[in-house]
């Protein structure tokens, strides 16, 4: 599975940005609705904060900096948002289940790519 990950390095990165901007899109639109309820509020905050943390990350893994503590938390909240995406179908109306299930499992795969801590290849990181 390293293998994988190491072979596929800015694929995941550029699936962090991607989120990261989406995330921080999907925030501005739904500020724009004016009766939210509390936990729709809490989920767009979680979301924001998601999106921070993920920004941070790709930010941190282009430049070679790879903090523990980062990972743990990115992967950790995206394996937790991938299984609640995952159950998304049993409890409410979704448009689509097979991309519902394909972006849940991609969300996973994202929280293993930073549980494992992947560092690019020896031979890519150029002394700076």
């Given at each position: ?56 990350d790709a930010?941190?893994s282009l ?59 020896p031979s ?5």
């Amino acid at each position: 599975m390293r293998q994988f990950y190491q072979s596929t390095y800015y694929l995941w990165i550029a699936t962090k940005a991607i989120f990261a901007i989406a995330g921080f899109i999907s925030a501005i639109n739904t500020l724009g609705i004016s009766n939210l309820t509390g936990p729709e509020k809490l989920a767009n905050f979680i979301g924001v904060v998601y999106a921070i943390l993920l920004a941070i990350d790709a930010i941190n893994s282009l430049s070679g900096n790879y903090p523990k503590y980062l990972k743990y938390i990115n992967g950790t909240i995206s394996v937790l948002l991938g299984i609640v995406i995952l159950a998304l179908p049993f409890i409410a109306n979704v448009i689509s289940i097979p991309v519902t299930v394909f972006f849940a499992a991609w969300i996973i795969l994202l929280g293993f790519f930073d549980l494992l801590v992947i560092k690019r290849k020896p031979s890519e990181i150029v002394n700076e």
